[in-house]
């Protein structure tokens, strides 16, 4: 997995989808999930769901054609994402601590 | 009650035009469609709706402005109605924040769309006013025949480079918040 820095808004999603879902599931799960604090837009939803099916870090679930029910869910490739992205974020907040805390 | 404005708002003010029509639904009235400098709103209680607008892509029929809709209605909005490239949606303000765009990138993609618009649409004026004027003065017609469609578009040219102009400073703010801010 290459050295790539995730947003806030694909971290939630990637997370959201590791059971399927839909948009606005997604919407709803990142909003408990960071307990009210990430509210994604829906334009910004879209897009990076668009961008993640691309990159094939999600896929959409079959037999429904229409956009409102699709369902999503993560692939390998974006839990691997997501476990780098893991990583990353611990090594921030250990250098964060260890500097700030002595 | 219905209740129809008429109102222009140049496009690169778009966001003053979201806010207005967020103020209008403060005090009860609510947008139900659009068109040409034409604004139909309803009565509904103060604050119940919050609106938001957008320019699409693509064409509005085009399918995937089509599923676009189709997947923000999915997320309790409503779609007003379309104007030429722009989408209206309301949402129940107890839904809580309406807003289009959540991070910079999406919002940064979002005026590149509308930059790209009016600046060609300026670009495409004040080349074809310019070509006329500049015929116009080598065919040497007295000046009272002097083409004014082509002083016309010179000026819509002008304008628009203003607004893009606009937009654009509005894009580079964005983009240098996006270098220390998600």
Redesign the interface.
Known sequence: MANVTLTEAVYYILLSLVEPMHGYGIMQKAESLSNGRVKLAAGTLYGAINSLLEKGWITALPGEKDSRKKEYQITQEGRQALEAELLRLKELLENGKRILEG | MRHVVRKLFWVWNYDKEEKWLNEMAAKGLCLISVGYGKFEFEDCDPGEYRICL?MLEKRPRHIESR??I????????EHIGTFARWIYFRKKATD??F?????Y??RI??LNRIITFVGLVSLANLLIGTGNVIRAIANAYPIADLNYSGLLNIAIGILGSFGTWRLLKKRNKLKAESQLF?
């Not at chain 2, 807003?99 to 991070?103: L, P």
């Open positions: 957008q599923r676009y189709e997947f923000v209605e999915s997320t309790g909005a809580g924040d807003a289009m765009f959540s991070d990138d999406s993609k979002h998600e």
